[in-house]
């Protein structure tokens, strides 16, 4: 069945299509999640909320655009409305640009070396020690290509935040990433 018949079936309710397309983007979209959560069951929460809203709003994809890209937006925003719900208890933002001695040290660090020690499970979990609010700018930037202003606007931040929790994110995640390397070794 392709998709253009699963998302007809999803339409009409029928449980097989339903289940079609959660398998379809389960594992995509898990990985998604997990990048803006803390753990793999908060990650799981927000992909099963993520879901219901992608059931739910099916009647609004326009076919513009792809498909997977679509849900993909839907579990970002997810995402980003639970940190918003817990907002109290751990998405704390940074207003101070990282001071330039810790940029620096972080710069003189091979990226490529990095790369060359770690899996992909060893980043995911270095991106998820990061706090919630770089956590969170390190993927709306980097990975989903948002710019500051975009990111600003969807937290309610300042464009300066953004940048900096950024800076701070790239840095916190080198030195995350380099205590690994050093442990394996």
């Known amino acids: 069945m392709n998709e253009t018949d699963i998302i ?17 983007f389960y594992g995509k979209m898990l990985g998604v999640c997990l990048r803006y959560s803390k753990n793999s069951d908060d990650a799981k929460d927000t992909l099963h909320e993520g879901f219901i809203k992608v059931f739910g709003s099916l009647k609004n994809f326009n076919n513009k655009g792809s498909f997977e890209g679509w849900v993909r937006r839907i579990m970002v925003n997810t995402a980003i409305d639970h940190l918003r719900k817990n907002k109290h208890d751990y998405l704390i933002v940074s207003t101070v640009y990282a001071n ?3 940029a620096n040290t972080a710069e003189e660090i091979n990226e490529e070396d990095i790369l ?17 609010a770089y956590r969170t700018v390190f993927n709306l930037y980097v990975i989903e290509e948002y710019t500051h202003k975009e990111i600003a606007d ?6 300066g935040t953004s940048k900096s929790n950024l800076s701070k994110a790239k840095f916190n995640l080198r030195k995350n990433l380099m205590h690994l390397i050093k442990r394996v070794q």
């Open 8 to 24: 007809k079936g999803c339409l009409k309710n029928d449980r097989a299509c339903q289940k079609l397309l959660y398998e379809q």
């Open 100 to 102: 330039d001695k810790a």
């Open 116 to 132: 060359l020690h770690i899996d992909k499970e060893d980043i995911l979990k270095a991106v998820q020690e990061l706090t919630p």
């Open 154 to 159: 969807l937290l309610d931040i300042s464009e």
